[in-house]
């Protein structure tokens, strides 16, 4: 129901699952296991895979803390989208890729839930998209101490204010891996 005309396909996006990025990250082993599940399901249905990663001065590009967490891989004919914002639409070429592809539909996976994962839900929808939040393969740290709720509360939050999100003639959702439609 996209807003994108002739764009009926849907990509899985694997936002900033980097060492920098997940480690220490609230459920990081079970999430990153989720994802990873996913991407096997993407590649084994067709759909392809678009990994977001992301650099900056705290994460410095080609570092340790740069690198993808090793419990995933990309494959060499999948699309890696480096960006330096929360929103992995912002000055990237994450709608070129989809668009080539004819996506019309997101399914978001990654890190941190309270910056780039909410950033790129919206950033997606604003720019015509349906958008699937996975539930349960989206994480972030624990930034209690500096006034932010404990990240299982983060992520029950976003999982909660994005299944309740509408704009005309999208879709927002939010799934568990389980029960994904991927293609």
Same mark, same amino acid.
């Not at 807003?3 to 920098?20: K, P």
């Not at 977001?52 to 494959?75: F, K």
């Not at 668009?99 to 950033?119: H, K, L, N, P, Y």
């Not at 999208?170 to 439609?181: F, K």
């Given at each position: 129901?996209?807003? /994108? *005309?002739?764009?009926? %396909? #849907? !990509?899985?996006?694997?936002?900033? $699952?980097?060492? @920098? ?72 070429? /994450? *709608?070129?890729?989809? %668009? #080539? !592809?004819?996506?019309?539909?997101? $399914?978001?996976? @990654? ?73």
């Amino acid at each position: 129901m996209s807003t /994108l *005309e002739g764009r009926d %396909a #849907s !990509a899985l996006l694997v936002i900033d $699952v980097q060492n @920098g990025v997940i480690d220490g990250a609230y459920r990081r082993d079970e999430v990153v296991g989720t994802i990873r599940s996913l991407v096997d399901r993407a590649r084994n249905e067709g759909v392809p895979v678009v990994w977001i990663q992301h650099s900056d001065d705290n994460i410095e590009y080609g570092s340790d803390a740069w690198q993808y967490v090793p419990e995933l891989s990309r494959a060499d004919d999948e699309a890696l989208v480096p960006k330096h914002y929360a929103d992995a639409f912002e000055e990237t070429a /994450l *709608e070129e890729v989809l %668009a #080539s !592809a004819g996506v019309g539909r997101i $399914v978001v996976t @990654g890190s941190q839930t309270d910056e780039c994962i909410r950033s790129t839900i919206h950033g997606g929808l604003t720019r015509g998209y349906d958008v699937s939040l996975i539930g349960d393969a989206h994480t972030t740290e624990d930034l209690s101490e500096w006034g932010a709720p404990t990240p299982d509360l983060v992520v029950a939050h976003t999982n909660l204010y994005w299944g309740n999100h509408r704009a005309p003639g999208r879709t927002a959702e939010v799934v568990a891996a389980a029960d994904v439609r991927l293609g």
